[in-house]
């Protein structure tokens, strides 16, 4: 009886701490091309649970990294993502201007205003996301 | 006898009590870092730098109109860009092409920023953006002048970036200092500003 009472907690314990699966979309990508570098902005909408984006790459375009931009001041600090970015569970989080971006480096060639650029999302638990990215200018 | 002794153990507090005080108001006072004890008839003054062509560029040529001066450097896909697309957005809201104020933008990162970089750099925001480097020590001579801040910051692999001030400089068209564009300050507010740079 014991061990059948242990077995059930036990059980109702792994239920419990079984996570619903991300749902995660990708919204607003849009990529603003400068001569030797680009920053990509987009939107990441969760109707699931948690998640975390660890990671983005632009095959063929460059080395692409997650980075900060934070204030501290008057002084505009960058800055290397190195844990990722935090998705909650139902959350929604934005990449925009003069904050978290995705900064692409070292570029194969200039980006060209009117392409697309292919960039690979690794999540650490919805796995891979492919989405296409317009390039556009500074604005 | 007793109350003598603590008569005299309190004169000789209120006694020690007046001693640091004098110590205190006589001392001099430590010196302000110069970013911010820099007044606004101190910041700014003439320059000579190195234009996107290559050739020496002299703060006088600016003279007659105003400007906004940004620090900034090519390597900087975020606050950079984000910063002059800003502005040049706001002069076109003046209405009167690039005739309002121009758009300065000096590099903190002389040793990536070639004339020839910056000359593309500049060339992307559909507007006229006068876009000076130099050498580091004249670099360092008009950061100084402005009471900016900027330093190298190590990334993964050889790269770097560059840390610095991202405040925005408006000079009147006598080559006068007069107010600064935060990059958290909305619209609106920038645009009075502007406005009254170019009235002025």
New interface residues.
Partial sequence: MKAAISLLAATLLTACNTEPAPVVTVSEARV????????VYFTLVNSGGRDRLLSVGAEGAG?A?L?E?S??G???????IDDGIEIPERGQVRLS??GR?V???NLVEPLAAGSNVKLTLRFERQGNVEISAPVG??? | MMLRRVRIGLWLVVGLVALVALVMTLMPRPAVPIASSQSMTEIGGPFTLTGSDGRPFSSSRLAGKPYALFFGF??????C??T??RLA?LRTTLGKGDDSFAIVLVSVDPERDTPA?MA??AS???TPVIALTGSTAAIDGVKKQYGV?SAK?P???A?Y?V?????VFLIDRKGKFVATL???EGDEAARAKLERLDRA
């Fill in positions: 603003i091309a400068l001569p030797t570098s680009a920053a080395k990294s980075h931009t204030m501290d008057a002084i505009m600090r960058m800055r290397v201007a003069s971006h900064m692409i480096q200018g500074p604005r | 090519t390597h900087c896909p975020d606050v860009p984000t002059l697309a957005r970089a593309r750099y992307l925001f559909g801040y910051v990334q993964p692999g790269d970036s840390d610095h001030t991202a405040t935060a990059p958290d």
